[in-house]
C-alpha cells in the first residue's frame, strides 16, 4: 500500500511537471506580445523543473539518491522568487533593474552549490522515514535562512503590485491580475506550510499546488488573454485616455469608468459601479436622456452657463460572439471647437463696425418670422431706420467719428428694444428692426421712442457733441395667410422714404 501511494505521488508530480512544461512553451510564444511573458516562461518552466525533480526525490530510501535528485531541483529553486518578482513589475508596468534582483539568487544558487563553510547545510543531510516517504532533513545554514527570507519577501512584494493594479486597473485587465495573484500565492502557501511543518509527513506540498496554478494559469492563457498585447494596451489606454469614458451593459448599469470620466463627473465612484445611469446623473440636466440614445454623436453642455464646457457624446456597442455584451460611451471635449465655432458664427452675423447685427442675420432672422406667421398668424413689424443728414457728418467732422457716431446711434436704438426684438445695420447709415409678435400700433409706439431717444441724446465723440435725427418707416403684417419677406421690407423702405421727403425726423407707417 506504502508502495502504491509513493508511485501514485510521483506519477501526479509528473502530470503537473509536463503541463507545466507545454505551459511555459506557450507562454513563450506569446513573449513577442507582452514583454512579462518570457520572465513568466521561465518561471513556470522553473516550477516544471521543481516539480519533475521532488518527483524524483520522494521514491528515494537513500541520502546520497535523494541529495541527487535535490541538486537537480536547486538548479532552479533559486531563481524562482527573482522571475516572480521580475513578472510582477513587468506585468504591471513598473521598471526595476533585473540584475539587482538576481543578486541574492545567486548567492544561494552558488552557496547550495559548494555549501561553503556550511554556510547553507549547517549539519550533513539526513533521511528519515515519514509514513510511506523517506524525507530528508535539512539543517538549515544562513544562506538557507536568506533564501527562505527572500523568498516570502519577493512574493508578498509581487502580490502587492498585483493588488495595488487592481485598484484603478479595467475590468478585463483587473481580472487578469487576479488570476495571475492566484496562480503564483497558491505554490506560495504551499511553501510556507513546508517550511512550517504544517504539512503531512513532512513532504514539500509546494509541487501539489502547481497542479491548482495549472488550473489557473491555463484558464488566464486561453480565456483571459494574458500575455497577449491587446489586453494590456486597452487597459493602458482606457486609464490614460483624456477623454471620459464610461462602460455600461445592456440595462444601462455602469460597468466601469475611467480616471478622466471621474475628473468629468464627481458623482462617480467605486459606490457607483452597477448603478442605473438615470439615478447616478439625475444631478445633471439632460445627461440620463442623452446617455440613453446610441447612433450619431451628440453635442452636450455640462452646465446652463454659455460658458459651460462642451462635450461630443458618442456611443459604440460592445459585443462578442455571444451577442451584445454592453455599450461604450465617450465624452470628447469639443469646447474649444464650439466657442470658434460660435465666434464664426457671431462674425458672419454682426456688423464689425457696430456690432449689431448684420445685414445678412437680419434677412434671415425675417423669413424664420414670416414663417412663424404663415403656421400661426402671430403678428409682425419691421422697422426701417436712417439718420437724416448723415452725409453732412461725415463731412464735418470726418469719417472717424462718423464711424463712432454710428456706433452710439447702435447702442442707443439698443437700449430702447426688448430681448426679443433683433437690430441690424442695413447698410451705409440705415439700421432696420424687427419685432415679433408686434402689431402695427405696438411698432409705432417703439418707433417713435426709438426716434425721441435719438433726438434728446447727442452722440459724443471725441469731445464734439453731435445732434441728430432719425426717419423711421414702419410696416406690419397681421391679416394675410402669408406673407413676403421682401414685400415686408419694400413697404418699410417705402413709408422711410416718405418720411424723409415730408421733412425727416418723423414717423411713416406703409
Excluded at 443 to 464: F, M
Aim: a neutral charge; charged letters at 20%; one cysteine or more.
Amino acid at each position: 500500500m506504502d508502495t502504491d501511494v509513493v508511485v501514485l505521488a510521483r506519477f501526479l508530480l509528473t502530470g503537473v511537471a509536463l503541463v507545466l512544461a507545454f505551459l511555459a512553451v506557450v507562454t513563450w510564444n506569446r513573449r513577442k506580445d507582452a514583454r512579462e511573458a518570457g520572465t513568466f516562461a521561465l518561471l513556470v518552466g522553473a516550477m516544471a523543473i521543481y516539480a519533475f525533480g521532488y518527483s524524483g526525490e520522494i521514491v528515494q530510501t537513500t541520502v546520497a539518491g535523494a541529495t541527487r535528485w535535490l541538486d537537480f531541483e536547486y538548479l532552479v529553486l533559486p531563481w524562482t522568487p527573482a522571475l516572480w518578482l521580475l513578472a510582477a513589475c513587468r506585468h504591471n508596468g513598473i521598471r526595476v533593474r533585473a540584475p539587482l534582483i538576481f543578486v541574492i539568487p545567486a548567492i544561494v544558487f552558488v552557496g547550495h552549490l559548494t555549501n561553503f563553510h556550511r554556510l547553507f547545510y549547517s549539519a550533513p543531510l539526513t533521511i528519515a522515514q515519514r509514513g510511506p516517504f523517506w524525507v530528508l532533513q535539512m539543517p538549515r545554514g544562513p544562506i538557507s535562512v536568506l533564501d527562505d527570507a527572500f523568498l516570502v519577501v519577493a512574493f508578498l512584494t509581487g502580490a502587492w503590485l498585483y493588488l495595488a493594479g487592481l485598484r484603478h486597473a479595467s475590468s478585463l485587465f483587473r481580472k487578469q491580475a487576479f488570476i495571475l495573484l492566484l496562480s503564483s500565492l497558491l505554490p506560495f502557501v504551499g511553501n510556507m506550510m513546508y517550511l512550517a511543518g504544517l504539512t503531512p509527513w513532512g513532504l514539500d506540498i509546494t509541487p501539489i499546488t502547481l497542479s491548482v496554478t495549472c488550473v489557473f494559469v491555463y484558464y488566464g492563457i486561453f480565456h483571459c488573454g494574458i500575455f497577449d498585447l491587446a489586453p494590456l494596451a486597452r487597459n493602458l489606454i482606457f486609464n490614460s485616455i483624456r477623454d471620459a469614458v464610461l462602460i455600461l451593459d445592456t440595462q444601462d448599469r455602469l460597468i466601469d469608468f475611467n480616471p478622466a470620466a471621474r475628473a468629468l463627473l464627481p458623482v462617480l465612484d467605486k459606490g457607483s459601479l452597477g448603478g442605473d445611469v438615470e439615478e447616478l446623473f439625475a444631478g445633471t440636466v439632460g445627461l440620463a436622456t442623452v446617455l440613453s440614445k446610441t447612433g450619431d454623436a451628440i453635442e452636450f453642455s455640462m452646465g446652463q452657463d454659455p460658458d459651460s464646457p462642451s462635450y461630443q457624446i458618442r456611443t459604440w456597442p460592445l459585443a462578442s460572439a455571444s451577442g451584445q455584451l454592453g455599450r461604450a460611451v465617450i465624452f470628447a471635449d469639443i469646447t474649444a471647437q464650439v466657442r470658434l465655432r460660435e465666434e464664426l458664427r457671431r462674425r458672419a452675423e454682426t456688423d464689425p463696425l457696430t456690432d449689431v447685427a448684420n445685414r445678412r442675420r437680419f434677412q434671415h432672422a425675417l423669413e424664420v418670422e414670416c414663417m412663424r406667421y404663415t403656421r400661426g398668424h402671430a403678428p409682425l413689424s419691421v422697422l426701417m431706420i436712417d439718420l437724416d443728414f448723415f452725409k453732412d457728418v461725415n463731412d464735418q467732422f470726418g469719417h472717424p467719428i462718423g464711424d463712432q457716431v454710428l456706433r452710439g446711434v447702435a447702442q442707443t436704438l439698443l437700449a430702447c428694444l426688448r430681448k426679443t426684438d433683433l437690430l441690424a445695420r442695413y447698410g451705409g447709415e440705415e439700421f432696420a428692426v424687427l419685432l415679433p409678435e408686434t402689431r402695427c400700433e405696438g411698432a409705432q409706439v417703439i418707433a417713435d421712442r426709438l426716434r425721441l431717444a435719438v433726438c434728446k441724446k447727442p452722440i459724443e465723440a471725441e469731445g464734439n457733441q453731435v445732434p441728430l435725427t432719425v426717419s423711421v418707416g414702419v410696416a406690419s403684417h397681421a391679416n394675410d395667410n402669408e406673407v413676403d419677406p421682401q414685400i415686408l421690407l419694400k413697404k418699410a423702405d417705402l413709408a422711410l422714404y416718405r418720411a424723409k421727403a415730408s421733412g425727416r425726423n418723423r414717423i411713416e407707417v406703409a
